[in-house]
């Protein structure tokens, strides 16, 4: 076992329940549609499966009917009343009185679905009782995006080099193209902008499109739709022409030129993903145009045939003091200008991927606009690949939050989508570590469902994973499931944010003040002082509380009243002002990177007892990467302390271990081996 199986390992059910689902998995099966590529990788996924749970390559007795809907006779025990009018992709599985399972879908990629949540169940539990009966999606996008450069390079990958061979393609076509696209549909991801958003014009020349045709061919059977990280300025770029203004004739005519150019390769290219005035790339505000305007360009090249997906991460408006404040300002006063086929995409929150951020302003508040969710499933800010954390609880923490406008944050995501930034890579697991694909699972099972809760996806990923065995999966879970809250502990307790190093972004630099922008300084992040710590961004500081409907600012205002996990996020708070829970916040704060500590320690001891269940390779190499977790979650403990304190000349609160190294050592340390941007 080396990981590249995923969560598809299919391993040999025992023998009564082998016996049992021989019927359902295996090659043979009763089919009511034709016959398409998408069809045939449900039977082979059905064989393969079947051959490895059951030991049987054929079933003897095929009892698994796999129907489209129109070829259903209304009355027959296959109708399914729910899927008419349902969005592509949903199915049906039922189970007929004569024993048969039948799963019906309007379309070939509802069957292909259907037969994976089928093998899903079957893998995760040994039997096909209790299969989900019917299931479609809650939004129509589900993408990866791959910070991928062409050169093989991956921006913040933490998990090899990129999977895209851009040299090679579109000679070579690397079986991984197809693997990692049958892991995507196990899941329903149904896109994947296969660039970085800091792109390259020339992956818009003939060549490229050559390549990304291959790509596109390859991945059609299984659902997934291709995507290109666009650069704005590829008309001046790649175009011979001396601008790149969104409202230039000649450059909407080369736009339009090269989109018709890639739907005659593609006809169904999924669109563009565009990083526009943010961080140096270029965007229409270079030829003082709208984000909309730029965003209406692009959609009225692609027409009907693709959506132009714009991204919301920027902050150089000039006019405000906090860097939390700066997308919503520049965005929200567009709303109701973008064109049908536009979504604005946003990060979970307004700063950037933090291990702990409220929900983004902007959700909620463009009510005539489509807006998507950006997740990192890539782990930037939460300790790269070798830190353990189960990021579903993050995610549903944003999906679930009641923006006071319209509804929850899935609720307005909804007619867009989820997109996830890919954590993918050319090491053999994949994603660096084997901990790691539960996030890409993760991803995948709460942008079709976002109210399924971590629980269910860590347990059902675990058994699939690892183990059925059912204390085996407790266990699992639970390390997962408090994972990320622990990283947050002993990273940035009660709501600090961006205390990372520069550049690299590894481990911590609470005392960097001086790099060129204000917004890009942990200093700017904490506010720390001999006084106190915290950004306060009330109405006495930078007030981006106002930025959210009143009912939502209400529950943050009041430092007695606030979740203390985001104290610090909105209040500037005094070292020695007591909290509610009868502590100050000095004692509250060391209580919490201690707790983060223990914790870790509580995950690998519990860990260590898996030792005889889980297979030797993957066993060390998760027992590997918790010692790391385990020193670093100290070294961030203590340069975290060394630091506080040698602003507030405090000491540690009785019961606390020492800090072991000076400010000075944790301030000498450096990584130059640490993988950069
Ligand atoms: C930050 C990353 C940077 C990305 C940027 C983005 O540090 O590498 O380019 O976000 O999302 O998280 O555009």
Known sequence: EDGYDLWLRYTLLSGEEANAARPFVGGSVQLLADRSETINRAISELGEAGAAMTGLKISPHPQLVLARADRVESGSYLAEIRLVGAPEGAFSIRTARNGRIAITANDDIGLLYGTFALLRHVQATGSNEGVERFSAPAMPLRMLNHWDNPDGHVERGYAGRSIFDWWHLPE????????????????????????????????????????????????????????????????????????????????RAWWQAKADEIYAAIPDFGGFLVKANSEGQPGPQDYGRTHADGANMLAEALGPRGTVIWRAFVYSAEDETDRAKQAYAEFVPLDGQFADNVIVQVKNGPIDFQPREPFHPIFGAMPNTRLMLEAQITKEYLGFASHLAFLAPMWKEVLDAET??????????????????????????????????????????????????????????????????????????????????????????????????????????????????????????????????????????????????????????????????????????????????????????????????????????????????????????????????????????????????????????????????????????????????
């Open 172 to 251: 070579k076509l690397d079986q991984r193209m197809i693997d990692y696209a049958r892991a995507n549909a196990s899941i329903g991801i149904n896109g994947a902008v296969v660039n970085n958003v800091n792109a390259r014009s020339f992956m818009l020349e003939p060549r490229y499109i050559a390549k990304l045709k291959r790509l596109a061919d390859a991945w059609r059977p299984y659902g997934i739709r291709v995507y290109l990280s666009a650069r704005f300025s590829a008309p001046r770029d790649i175009g011979g022409l001396d601008t790149a203004d969104p409202l230039d004739p000649a450059v």
């Open 404 to 677: 006071g406008r319209m509804g929850s944050v899935a609720q307005v995501v909804a007619p867009a989508g989820l997109a996830g930034v890919a954590n993918t890579g050319s090491d053999r697991n994949w994603t660096g570590s084997h901990f790691d694909q539960a996030n890409w699972y993760a991803f995948g099972r709460l942008a079709w469902n976002p109210s399924l809760d971590s629980e269910t996806i860590a347990r059902e990923w675990a058994a699939q994973t690892f183990t059925r065995h059912p204390a085996s999966i407790d266990r699992i879970a639970n390390i997962m499931l408090g994972s990320r809250e622990t990283v947050a502990r002993y990273m940035t307790p009660m709501g600090l944010a961006h205390l990372m190093d520069t550049g690299h972004h590894y481990g911590p630099a609470p005392w960097v003040c001086d790099l060129p922008r204000p917004e890009w300084n942990p200093c700017y992040y904490h506010r720390a002082d001999e006084q106190g710590i915290g950004f306060d961004r009330t109405v006495s500081g930078s007030d981006a509380l106002s930025q959210y409907h009143p009912s939502v600012a209400s529950q943050w205002a009041d430092p007695a009243q606030i979740d203390p996990r985001f104290l610090l996020w909105f209040h500037r708070v005094d070292w020695n002002e007591r909290l509610p829970s009868g502590r100050t916040l000095w004692e509250e704060l060391v209580g919490r990177y201690d707790r983060g500590i223990a914790e870790v320690d509580a995950m690998t001891a519990s860990w260590a007892l898996l030792e005889d269940v889980i297979d030797p390779g993957r066993f060390r190499d998760v027992s590997q990467n918790l010692a790391i977790q385990q020193a670093e979650a100290r070294w961030w403990r203590g340069t975290s302390l060394a630091y506080w304190q040698s602003l507030n000349n405090l000491p540690l609160p009785e019961g606390a271990q020492p800090v072991p190294d000076t400010l000075g050592e944790y301030r000498a340390r450096r990584f130059p081996e640490a993988p950069g941007q």
